[in-house]
């Protein structure tokens, strides 16, 4: 599976981004998918992720703010960021779960104060 992340970038404090992830390849077999993020200097997290009987789970930090959907017929889940924060700065990845997890190449999402 790929996964072609896109749709970061610099917005100051408050403001909004909506991030979107088309997976391709084999994707019959993907039995979760979602966000995850990493800071300068920080460990790679999750912050909105779909199981595989498609719940939505949210890290609390963005929990109210950030919304994860899924278009399947694209192929393509999205994140709606809202309300942003300089502390949701990071590099932004999607995943695919299947045997393995699969990465996106990541898009780099700056909130400004």
């Known amino acids: 599976v790929q996964l072609q992340a896109s749709g970061g970038g610099s917005v100051q404090a408050g403001g909004s981004l909506r991030l979107s992830c088309v997976a391709s390849?084999?994707?019959?077999?993907?039995?979760?998918m979602g966000w995850y993020r990493e800071a300068p200097g920080q460990r790679r997290e999750a912050v909105a992720t779909?199981?595989?009987?498609?719940?939505?789970v949210y890290s609390p930090s963005v929990k109210g703010r950030f919304t994860i959907s899924g278009d399947n017929a694209k192929s393509t889940i999205y994140l709606q960021m809202d309300s942003l924060k300089p502390e949701d700065t990071a590099v932004y990845y999607c995943?695919?779960?299947?045997?393995?997890?699969?990465w996106g190449q990541g898009t780099q999402v700056t909130v400004s104060s």
């Open positions: 390849g084999v994707i019959f077999d993907i039995k979760g």
């Open positions: 995943a695919a779960v299947r045997t393995a997890v699969h």
């Open positions: 779909f199981t595989v009987d498609g719940t939505a």
